[in-house]
């Protein structure tokens, strides 16, 4: 007689629905994203997707910063110009293979200003010690990358694009946003409505690097 499972139990199609946005999750540019506003109850659920990430210890150590404000955003977008000519320095340099530099040219890597919503995420770090990140103590700044990658499910599932910039100063980030020296810089998001959704990740259709296939990935027992 099968187990019977306590909580919730979901069905075959309920997965193949989770499979599907998940496949369907994109890294949206500046490019993609329409001016329209966002509807606040859009926002809240895409927040109370985050808050519903696992974390290390029951911490929650993640902290979100929302950002409209234009001057705002131009500050921003000025420390993402400034780190993007040092990316290009090193294509420049021929630190990466040949070709690279002219394809790094033509991306749009951002929509800080393009987006209507930014969203910085910060990693709150406890003090003293905190159950599962005594020997790992990146555990945390993990936790709220789980909150991030859910906050991402959700703005698809809403057909909402999202885009995460990588390519900044976090300390001038911070210093911008006012952040507590103690908080320290995960993520910024660029969250709006989008003209398309790429049937694969623009990155892959470009041939910048290849989809690794689970043979390449997933080993046994050890390496």
Request: proline share 5%.
């Amino acid at each position: 007689m099968p187990t019977q499972i306590q909580g919730p139990h979901f069905c075959s199609d309920d997965s193949e629905l989770l499979s599907e946005i998940m496949s369907a999750r994109r890294d949206v540019r500046g490019n993609r994203f329409l001016a329209d506003e966002l509807a606040q109850e859009d926002i809240e659920h895409i927040f109370a997707a985050a808050l519903m990430a696992p974390s290390v210890g029951f911490s929650q150590p993640w902290e979100f910063i929302t950002i409209t404000n234009r001057t705002t955003k131009e500050l921003i977008a000025d420390s993402f110009f400034i780190e993007n000519e040092k990316a290009k320095a090193l294509f420049q340099a021929g630190k990466f293979e040949v070709g690279k530099l002219e394809q790094y040219q033509q991306l749009k890597l951002e929509g800080i200003l393009e987006s209507p919503l930014n969203i910085a995420v910060f990693y709150n770090p406890k003090n003293g010690p905190v159950l599962g990140q005594t020997s790992m103590p990146d555990m945390g700044r993990y936790s709220v990358v789980c909150a991030i990658q859910n906050m991402w499910l959700k703005a698809r599932s809403l057909n909402i694009g999202m885009g995460w910039v990588s390519i900044l100063d976090p300390i001038k980030v911070k210093t911008i946003l006012n952040a507590p020296a103690d908080r320290e810089l995960i993520a910024y998001l660029c969250l709006g409505k989008v003209d398309k959704f790429y049937d694969k990740p623009e990155l892959e259709t470009l041939k910048w690097q290849e989809k690794k296939t689970s043979q390449q990935v997933i080993f046994s027992d050890s390496y």
